[in-house]
């Protein structure tokens, strides 16, 4: 179970914490109607002290969303909506996306200045935005039925907020699995007086694809994974219009039953399903993976009629074992498979700064470029001390800044979905040649390979300055692959309940992970130090935590609000392995 220890009495009362979710939730709701968000603090010093500003609501803001804007309100309209990308080769499918783009169009402004950047929910289910890795005003934060009212088909939210912090970020849906189809975009926040030196920059966003292949969906991927049982997390399991209902496990449990399956991805006699054939080579998925235009299987949640999508035998010693359970059909580099790639041009001598996310679902990426060396400057989007390396692994929702100096030719940016055998890649080229094939495995990707921020040491003016924790707060992670039932301390999750802390603590959060799985662990609306004896304090808001191993981190309560501490892969978190910190100020 999970257990707190604290030295003074700072926290809330239940009661408080829940009125200000409530009013959080009233205020987004009005801003859905009238097209507006939180008022533009005034001007002020970047990086002031957390002294609170006050929005139009008249609540007070403290930390970080309380820096006062230093440069002009910047505004953006994107549009949810239905859409056909093509992912390379003419192979089309139908997604959702924002502005009919994938990834979405970067949104790039500088630290201290407020965005304004209003959906228009043309879908024709409920949808959100999450400004991943940002700390701001709670009520911004995009989660359903928490810090805002879901967008409804035919709405709009206009999300207005200030950015404290430069770096690299992005956004996405908080929704059900939503975030496992095409709604994702950069969000790239310049520093005003940046320290780097560097001629070009290059936004690469990985991704792994299952949406519209064969008829799958995301939905219908959860519903195998938890043969059914409906999901724990925000959207799906509290509207109607998502989860299967007794029908579809019949019937699904029917098609087991004459396909000899014991419903795991086995046959009755123990051994595993043949595996359907497919192309490495062209930066599918899975060794041998089913064809996309098969169309077999039975019906999704959401229409289709996917394949089974279930993966038993993916397994990586940099993940600690097993890889992930979804057999993804292809990896992507900015939209494009490996035989259709990106290219990005440059000039020998060339020195680029390579702004690295991944936006994948259940996919971790091992990524190199071949033929040189990288050198990490920014993890999850704050300085670190320069740390030369050849390869990385980013969990999902990690993001690492690298800078390279280009050499003379053409050269694979080869990201390896980490124990799945599938890949994705991207090219720069400097000078003439060939373009490397899709299969390309780098040498680098087998040097040097950065496997954590603890490794990193951060840059003093971002260091979270030691002193003892005013509050400890105890997870155990629990739950495994086959009954599907990730959850904290055996506790799926509850929007009821809370952890309190109290504003202005010094919090330590210790995570043990009890499973026999890896997950990447986000924090909503703070960053955090990691503060393991074998970490170096760099400052992340997603950390990978591997099976049987113990995640510490440090953060300072000063952004009160409801805020989600859950596992990345969207398929554990709505399956129940989320939970809430809670405190007003």
């Not at 200045?113 to 935005?129: F, G, K």
């Not at 051994?271 to 054939?277: D, E, G, K, L």
């Not at 930066?283 to 089974?308: F, K, L, N, V």
Request: charge should be neutral; aromatic fraction near 6%.
């Amino acid at each position: 179970m999970s257990s707190q220890e604290h030295t003074r009495q700072t926290s809330p009362t239940r009661r408080a914490v829940l009125g200000a979710g409530i009013a959080a939730a009233g205020s987004g709701l009005l801003a859905a109607c009238s097209g507006g968000g939180a008022a533009g603090g005034g001007r002020g010093a970047a990086g002031a002290p957390a002294e609170g500003s006050v929005p139009a609501d008249g609540k007070k803001v403290g930390g970080p969303a309380a820096v006062r804007s230093v440069g002009p309100l910047r505004t953006r309209t994107f549009t949810a909506t239905p859409s056909t990308v093509d992912i390379g080769r003419g192979r089309t499918f139908r997604t959702w996306t924002y502005n009919d783009q994938l990834p979405g169009k970067e949104v790039r402004i500088n630290a201290g200045d407020t965005l304004e950047l209003t959906l228009s929910n043309h879908l024709p289910v409920p949808t959100t935005v999450h400004w991943h890795g940002i700390a701001l005003e709670n009520k911004m934060d995009g989660v359903p039925g928490v810090t805002q009212p879901a967008v409804k088909p035919g709405g709009t939210f206009a999300y207005r907020f200030t950015v404290p912090h430069a770096g690299t970020y992005w956004f996405h849906p908080h929704y059900g699995v939503q975030i496992d189809r095409g709604m994702y975009a950069p969000l790239i926040v310049e520093d005003p007086k940046e320290p780097l030196s560097y001629d070009h920059e290059w936004i690469i966003v990985l991704d792994d694809w299952i949406d519209g292949v064969g008829g799958s969906t995301p939905d219908d991927v959860l519903s195998q994974l938890r043969k059914g049982k409906p999901a724990m997390g925000h959207g799906n399991a509290h509207d109607g219009g998502h989860g299967d209902d007794e029908d579809d496990r019949r019937e699904r449990d029917r098609e087991d039953r004459e396909d000899g399956e014991d419903g795991d991805g086995e046959e009755r006699d123990g051994r595993p399903r043949s595996r359907p054939t497919g192309g490495v080579d062209a930066g599918y998925g899975p060794a041998r993976a089913q064809e996309p235009d098969t169309g077999q299987g039975s019906p999704g949640p959401a229409g289709g009629r996917g394949p089974r999508r279930l993966l038993s035998n993916a397994t990586s010693k940099l993940l600690g074992g097993h890889a992930g359970d979804v057999a993804y059909p292809y990896y992507l580099i900015n939209g494009r498979t490996a035989d259709a790639p990106t290219e990005f041009k440059a000039k020998p001598g060339d020195r680029i700064r390579l702004r690295i996310i991944n936006a994948g679902g259940e996919t971790a990426f091992r990524v190199a470029l071949g033929g040189h060396e990288m050198t990490v400057v920014h993890s999850d989007g704050f300085p670190v001390h320069p740390h030369k390396t050849d390869a990385l692994l980013l969990g999902m929702a990690e993001r690492y800044d690298v800078m390279v100096t280009a050499k003379d030719g053409v050269f694979p940016f080869t990201a390896l979905a980490e124990g799945k055998k599938g890949s994705a890649m991207a090219v720069l080229r400097t000078g003439s040649g060939a373009t490397p094939k899709p299969s390309t495995r780098p040498s680098e990707l087998d040097r040097r390979v950065l496997q954590s921020s603890a490794h990193l040491r951060p840059e003093d003016s971002v260091k979270l300055d030691r002193r003892r924790p005013d509050r400890l707060i105890r997870f155990t992670l629990t739950g495994g692959m086959k009954r599907y039932d990730w959850a904290f301390d055996r506790q799926p999750y509850d929007p009821e309940v809370l952890h309190r802390i109290g504003y202005g603590e010094r919090v330590r959060l210790v995570v043990i992970n009890a499973t026999d799985m890896w997950h990447p662990m986000h924090l909503h609306g703070h960053t955090f130090a990691l503060a393991g004896i074998d970490s170096l304090g760099a400052r992340k808001d997603t950390a990978i935590l591997l099976p049987h191993r113990k995640l510490v981190a440090d953060f300072d309560a000063d952004n009160p609000g409801l805020w989600m501490f859950h596992c990345h892969n969207i398929y554990h978190s709505e399956s129940g392995m989320m939970t809430t910190l809670a405190y007003d100020d």
